[in-house]
């Protein structure tokens, strides 16, 4: 609900704070008072359109800030956390500042951010409904998500949804994979040779490393058997490693006896260094054994590593990607031979996928059809007190086309009315006038009082043209109202006026060199005094008091 609403620096109003409390709370005050202005106020800081007038005179900034408590599962929570901002607070606290270039800045719980987003928070905190300003009443794009309300479809629009999303998948994946089929067939030729090269030469992943190690040997191959011979003559010849260290350690063990001990450690090194000669020279042995430098073989390595590489860039890969090219292309040819398959199979199941959105979609329209049943006659019970007896509302549900079914079902829902007997419906701001349009909107507002999300209600003049019953009725159900969303009505109807759990009178005085307006709670003797006015005029009687009285104890029962 709305908690607070301070105003700073508007037309008429320098400066305002109010504070509000559940139920309905109704605005009165003479013609010209500036009840316009709190409505005007509150619309700029749910992102309504801004307009320079607003600025009062003399001043060069304008501020509005609503102060909302909404439950933390309320839809204006997911559209915050959608915007990127911080859900959990206790509090919404909606800001608009208007300056004097005409130009606003936007703000929620104070961090800055877009009007388009203030708008939508807007949008699910408050609805203001004038006599033009019903905007989801006269929006068809609105009336089936209204009668989902009414009707409690959670259930049925998930299934729903579910199910629209699988047909939706499926037809992408059938298209994606006729586009394929279409190109395979388009390709077979190609596929076939490209598949039969693949297949010939069989690359494996790794192989082009190898292949080019193995190729530098065998390039090298010469150069590296003369480098082994020459190492096996220098540690085994008569000069080599092999017998100048025998000579040395022959010497050393001679001579260790009679040293004391001091030649142990170069004797052991020595010994050492004679058994790692030898096993160099038995390793130099092997090496010469393995390496067998064969033309051949260094011909049909490079001929194999070149006919790899050429075929990689033939098919825009690297070497080690070409076993998964041929995978895919033994694929997509193995669909061409099988004729598509793949398409028939997915073809199967979005024909099932089909079937089963259009029996859940069903199922929806079939309840939507009776929910709309018991909206209409819930709305001719409410319409007759409202001195629209002689006027007909009605639900209308048309199967949508097939490129217009949608995660919410496959029916168009459109309100109508005819306010005369005999006459056809037609779309509500083609046939109700201004009042009776707002008394249309109260009527639907009654009906979907437990399932309308949007916890703030504004009722600007609903009750213009009408008085007496009527205007008692206005206010019945206003009041039927405040006991399931916070409602505000601005009213110049004292049967309504008395129906309100909190009564704010608007005033405008001189202030200076120019006007000033004020809002004023009242209660007591003050509200029977502004009721009884409403009754009477500017001269208030007695009687006017005294019917004062029987409205607010009649409002009161």
Known sequence: MLTRLAIRNVVLIDKLDLEFSPGLAVLTGETGAG???????????????????????GTD????????????????RAELTEGGLDASDDELILRRVLGDDGRTKSFINDQPVSVGLLKRIGEHLVEIHGQFETQRLLDPAGHRSLLDLYGGFDGLLNGVAQAYKTLRDLQASLSAAEEASRKARENEEFLRHAVGELSKLAPIK?????????????????????????AMEALNGDAGADA?????????????????????????????????????????????ADLEIDPQE?????????????????????????????????????????GGQNVKRLK???????????????KL????????????????DELAPLKLGQARFETGITPADEDKWAAHG????????????????????????????????????????????????????VDAGIGGAVAAAVGDRLQRLGSTAQIFVVTHSPQVAAKGARHLYVRKGAEGDGMRTEVVPLSGDERREEIARMLSGETVTSEARAAADSLLKGAAA
Not at 210 to 216: H, N, P, S, T, V
Not at 349 to 356: F, G, R, S, Y
């Open 35 to 57: 009840k316009s202005i709190v409505l005007d106020a509150l619309g700029l800081a749910l992102g309504h359109r801004a307009e320079a007038r607003l600025l009062r005179k």
């Open 61 to 76: 900034q304008a501020t509005v800030t609503a102060v909302f408590e909404v439950p933390m599962d309320h839809p204006s």
């Open 206 to 230: 790794g192989e082009e490393t190898a292949l080019a190690e193995q190729r530098r040997m065998l390039q090298h191959g010469e150069q590296i058997s003369a480098a082994i011979t020459a």
């Open 244 to 288: 100048t260290l025998a000579r040395a350690l022959g010497e050393i063990e001679r001579a260790a006896p009679k040293a004391g001990g001091r030649l142990d450690e170069t004797l052991g090194a020595l010994q050492r260094a004679a058994s790692e000669v030898a096993d160099a020279g038995g390793f130099l042995e092997r090496a010469q």
């Open 298 to 338: 260094l011909e049909a390595a490079e001929e194999r590593l070149f006919a790899l590489r050429a075929l990689a860039r033939k098919h825009g890969c690297e070497v080690d990607q070409l076993a998964d090219v041929q995978v895919k292309l033994e694929a997509d040819l193995a669909d061409v031979d099988a």
């Open 348 to 362: 199967a199941e979005l024909e099932k996928a089909k079937k089963a959105y259009e029996d859940v979609a069903g």
């Open 365 to 380: 329209s079939a309840e939507r059809k009776k929910a709309a049943k018991t909206l209409d006659r819930a709305m001719a």
């Open 410 to 461: 496959i029916d168009r829902v459109a309100f109508s009315v005819a306010t005369n007997p005999g006459s056809e419906p037609g779309p509500l701001n083609k046939i109700a006038s201004g009042g009776e349009l707002a008394r249309f909107m109260l009527a639907l507002k009654v009906v979907l009082a437990e399932a309308d999300p949007v916890p703030v209600l504004v009722f600007d003049e």
